[in-house]
């Protein structure tokens, strides 16, 4: 199975326990950070800056925030970027906890209110985050499983992004366009012709998965 693993993507160069520390510190901040400023951007929408007012009315950033599609992204760059598969478990996972940690417990602490329903989602989302993270590590890789892999990843981000039929087809927002665009480069093939293949599949998949699960966690 290492073998099999190893011929997808192999582990980086090797860093130091204290570096592998200091990453994980800093993605549960960033998870932290965002957590806290979402929540905070929702509960005090009324109450923003003029220029975050400004800034959130023009681009609907609280309700985009409360939706997966950033999040995904997020996870995604931290995952592919990581020094390994088991580096990439390890610093997903610490990045929701912050996230999520954060968010709720502002929620119930600060805006005094805690929406179980939508908790448990995250809580399980958190859960499952690792493995998910271990899994998108390899679609950085150069095998064919490699190319699937990142189109299987794109065509989840393709439904978070946009909401289409057979007669109609929009972007939720500009920001999910934005987000769908560096997911596309984040996972972008050596080649321009393996980049449109990986696209290509892509929309193929979208179009599967929509039709198994309508609900896309937007």
Same mark, same amino acid.
């Given at each position: 199975?290492? /073998?099999?693993?190893?011929?997808?993507?192999?582990?980086? /160069?090797?860093?130091?326990?204290?570096?592998?520390?200091?990453?994980?510190?800093? @993605?549960?901040?960033?998870?932290?950070?965002?957590?806290?400023?979402?929540?905070?951007?929702?509960?005090?929408?009324?109450?923003?800056?003029?220029?975050?007012?400004?800034?959130?009315?023009?681009?609907? @950033?609280?309700?985009?925030?409360?939706?997966?599609?950033?999040? @995904?992204?997020?996870?995604?760059?931290?995952?592919?970027?990581?020094?390994?598969?088991?580096?990439?478990?390890?610093?997903?996972?610490?990045?929701?906890?912050?996230?999520?940690?954060? =968010?709720?417990? =502002?929620?119930? =602490?600060?805006a005094?209110?805690f929406?179980?329903? =939508?908790?448990?989602?995250?809580?399980?989302?958190?859960?499952?985050?690792?493995?998910?993270?271990?899994?998108?590590?390899?679609?950085?890789? /150069?095998? /064919?499983?490699?190319?699937?892999?990142?189109?299987?990843?794109?065509?989840?981000l393709?439904?978070?992004c946009?909401?289409?039929?057979?007669?109609y087809?929009?972007?939720?927002?500009?920001?999910?366009?934005?987000?769908?665009?560096?997911?596309?480069?984040?996972?972008?093939r050596?080649?321009?012709?393996?980049?449109?293949?990986?696209?290509?599949?892509?929309?193929?998949?979208? @179009?599967?998965?929509?039709?198994?699960?309508?609900?896309?966690?937007?």
């Amino acid at each position: 199975m290492i /073998k099999f693993l190893n011929d997808i993507r192999n582990a980086e /160069k090797p860093i130091s326990n204290n570096r592998k520390i200091i990453n994980t510190i800093a @993605v549960l901040f960033l998870g932290i950070a965002l957590g806290t400023f979402s929540k905070f951007l929702d509960f005090r929408q009324a109450e923003l800056p003029s220029v975050l007012m400004a800034i959130d009315g023009a681009l609907d @950033v609280h309700n985009f925030l409360g939706r997966f599609a950033i999040w @995904v992204l997020i996870a995604l760059c931290i995952s592919i970027y990581s020094n390994s598969a088991i580096r990439a478990s390890i610093n997903v996972l610490a990045f929701f906890i912050g996230m999520v940690a954060s =968010y709720y417990l =502002y929620s119930n =602490y600060i805006a005094g209110f805690f929406p179980r329903s =939508y908790a448990v989602i995250w809580f399980g989302f958190t859960a499952v985050s690792p493995l998910l993270s271990f899994a998108c590590w390899y679609a950085r890789g /150069k095998s /064919k499983l490699a190319l699937i892999l990142s189109a299987l990843i794109l065509a989840v981000l393709f439904n978070m992004c946009f909401v289409y039929g057979c007669w109609y087809f929009n972007a939720k927002s500009v920001l999910e366009v934005i987000v769908f665009i560096i997911g596309l480069i984040v996972l972008r093939r050596d080649t321009l012709r393996s980049s449109a293949l990986m696209g290509t599949i892509s929309i193929v998949l979208a @179009v599967l998965l929509d039709m198994v699960i309508p609900f896309h966690f937007g």
